[in-house]
């Protein structure tokens, strides 16, 4: 039992999403999805697939559509259980969007630009830097300020954008007075920045072009180790960490958020043995956390019918907790509802 119930306080409250552009990678199950599940006993789970993000970068609609179901059935894999937590679909609560008007007219230009997420992605989709991408952290800070979480369960990439939320929540509760509870970060301690397994100095992405750079949490057990195998390393043939290897860290800090054993211990476990068992070991470890995950995903994701039901339930559970939070915003700007 956790403390909380004992001396009868309300649980915490954790709210967190993902983007549905891609299937999930290794690095955002380490740095962000392992978590939402651990905190489900002892908090009051909130969760989402952020669809309404995805499109700030061209998406292909039936492609889409599909990758939306296929993260929410995969929520369901990890052993997200939506008797405890509130699991739904963005898009089907409107408040977000709502709310996020509000927001932006109390977010500067200035801090917008210093994004660096902003830069990159502009960088990358040079014809389509549209202003959805420019505003995408409002949207962000939406999400989570409507829900009043305690805490926000990240990995270290979006550490940025959570700051602008508590930013903006302590700005507008400075003009109007307490609408929005500020929230702490949440980022684990080993497995917040999952690097690319070919190029360790950018972090593992859905998104990227080398399927060889990441594992998705559908990959089959083969192709994980066979991923593993060819990650980049270097000459040294000493499995250590150093920030010169960074290719060999990245694989100690995946083992280590794997078995939950320290840096120390896993020098030790390798210590004289080359990297060819040591990326054995990793990609075979990696890959028996991943197969009951995709053995269950193939399960929810022939039952449409079932996802259909469990995402508008919860979609209505949302919005129930989503249009308090906004109606109280938008009464104290002023408006006649
Ligand atoms: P997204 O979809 O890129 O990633 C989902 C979660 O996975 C974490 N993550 C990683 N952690 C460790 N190593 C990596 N290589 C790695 N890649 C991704 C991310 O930090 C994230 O926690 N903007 C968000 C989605 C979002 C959101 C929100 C999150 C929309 N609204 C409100 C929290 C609260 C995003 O694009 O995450």
């Known amino acids: 039992m956790s403390d909380n119930n004992i001396t009868n306080q309300p649980k915490k409250r954790a709210l967190s999403c993902i983007q549905p552009s891609g299937t999930p990678t290794l690095g955002n199950y380490l740095g962000a999805l392992k978590n939402w599940v651990a905190m489900q006993e002892e908090f009051d789970c909130v969760y989402a697939i952020a669809d309404l993000h995805a499109i700030t970068v061209r998406q292909e609609p039936a492609k889409l559509r599909r990758q939306i179901h296929e993260a929410f059935a995969l929520l369901l894999a990890i052993g997200l259980d939506p008797e405890k937590s509130v699991l739904f679909i963005q898009a089907q609560v409107p408040e977000h969007a709502q709310l996020s008007w509000l927001l932006s007219c109390h977010t500067q230009f200035g801090e917008l630009s210093r994004m660096t997420q902003f830069k990159d992605k502009s960088a990358r989709h040079a014809d389509n830097v549209n202003a959805g991408l420019f505003t995408y952290p409002v949207l962000m800070a939406s999400d989570i300020l409507l829900y009043q979480p305690d805490y926000v369960p990240v990995g270290a990439d979006q550490k940025q954008h959570l700051e602008i939320a508590r930013d903006?929540?302590?700005?507008?509760?400075?003009?109007?007075?307490?609408?929005?509870?500020?929230?702490?970060?949440?980022?684990?301690?080993?497995?917040?920045?999952?690097?690319?397994?070919?190029?360790?100095?950018?972090?593992?992405?859905?998104?990227?072009?080398?399927?060889?750079?990441?594992?998705?949490?559908?990959?089959?057990?083969?192709?994980?180790?066979?991923?593993?195998?060819?990650?980049?390393?270097?000459?040294?043939?000493?499995?250590?960490?150093?920030?010169?290897?960074?290719?060999?860290?990245?694989?100690?800090?995946?083992?280590?958020?794997?078995?939950g054993k320290t840096e120390a211990e896993i020098e030790r476990e390798f210590e004289g043995k080359g990297?060819?068992?040591?990326?054995?070991?990793?990609?075979?470890?990696?890959?028996?956390?991943?197969?009951?995950?995709?053995?269950?995903?193939?399960?929810?994701?022939?039952?449409?019918?079932?996802?259909?039901?469990?995402?508008?339930k919860g979609a209505d559970s949302a919005e129930r907790l989503a249009r308090k939070t906004y109606f109280k915003a938008m009464k104290k700007v002023g408006y006649v509802l």
Do not use: W
């Open 275 to 312: 990297y060819g068992d040591f990326k054995l070991a990793v990609g075979e470890t990696v890959a028996d956390t991943l197969d009951p995950i995709r053995a269950s995903f193939e399960r929810y994701i022939a039952d449409k019918a079932y996802l259909e039901e469990l995402y508008h």
């Open 168 to 259: 903006i929540a302590v700005r507008f509760n400075g003009i109007y007075g307490d609408v929005f509870k500020v929230p702490e970060p949440y980022i684990p301690k080993t497995g917040a920045r999952v690097m690319s397994l070919q190029d360790p100095t950018k972090k593992m992405s859905k998104s990227d072009e080398n399927i060889n750079g990441f594992i998705s949490m559908l990959d089959d057990r083969d192709t994980i180790i066979r991923k593993f195998k060819r990650a980049v390393t270097d000459s040294e043939a000493c499995v250590r960490v150093a920030p010169e290897k960074p290719g060999v860290s990245n694989l100690i800090g995946i083992y280590s958020a794997v078995t």
